[in-house]
């Protein structure tokens, strides 16, 4: 069984680092083709994708939030973590992480964080 | 990378079939037989309901396909229930930035 489970802090003061922790199990991430990607949902808007990291530790990133944002992996730990630099309260949002097969379709999602900016 | 286009919303009445468009680009939608379809019911994760444009994952309902022509793919679903109401999003691989997400679709069950 797949499960996906997103950790961190509940909120954040503008100009800090986000730093969250994606923890998995039911599969793993030295497996070829496997990946985890992270997806932020502002507050009654849309998803947006933010960073992927596949089996071979290779790593993408959104073209516009590349240079904020670094996604890296423990394989041991079964886990990724994702940090984001210099948090807006625009960037208040639900994050995800998300299994990806070969990159093609994320078909298990963890239940989400919510990660509020705010002084 | 621009999202993906959707319409804000679409109804049906129980019973009846609708279809929720996605249109890309060519750099995305229109280069890749990559779009996947997700479920989002209010303050839940997303569920992946279609993926390679036109596959169900196991569990899927077969009311639910998908198809492509062009820059635009779509997502019917037949047989509307109270069940499906909830927002749903097209994804795309685009390449060089690899995902785009939908603007999403409020489907309503009148």
């Known amino acids: 069984q797949v499960t996906l489970r997103e950790s961190g802090p509940a909120l954040v003061k503008p100009t800090q680092t986000l730093t969250l922790t994606c923890t998995f199990s039911?599969?793993?991430?030295?497996?070829?083709?496997?990946?985890v990607s992270w997806v932020r949902q502002p507050p009654g808007k849309a998803l947006e994708w933010l960073a992927l990291i596949d089996w071979d530790d290779d790593k993408y990133y959104s073209t516009s939030l590349k240079t904020r944002l670094t996604i890296s992996k423990d394989t041991s730990k079964n886990q990724v973590v994702l940090t984001m630099t210099n948090m807006d309260p625009v960037d208040t949002a639900t994050y995800y992480c998300a299994r990806t097969f070969f990159g093609e379709n994320f078909d298990y999602w963890g239940q989400g964080t919510l990660v509020t900016v705010s002084s | 990378q621009s999202a993906l286009t959707q319409p804000a919303s679409v109804s049906g009445s129980p019973g009846q079939s609708i279809t929720i468009s996605c249109t890309g680009t060519?750099?995305?939608?229109?280069?890749?037989?990559?779009v996947s379809w997700y479920q989002q019911h209010p303050g839940k994760a997303p569920k992946l309901m279609i993926y390679e444009g036109s596959k169900r994952p196991s569990g899927v309902s077969n009311r639910f396909s998908g198809s492509k022509s062009g820059n635009t793919a779509s997502l019917t679903i037949s047989g509307l229930q109270a069940e499906d109401e909830a927002d749903y999003y097209c994804c795309s691989y685009a390449g060089s930035s690899p995902y785009v997400f939908g603007t999403g679709t409020k489907v309503t069950v009148l």
């Open positions: 060519s750099s995305d939608v229109g280069s890749y037989n990559l």
């Open positions: 039911g599969f793993s991430l030295s497996t070829s083709g496997m990946c």
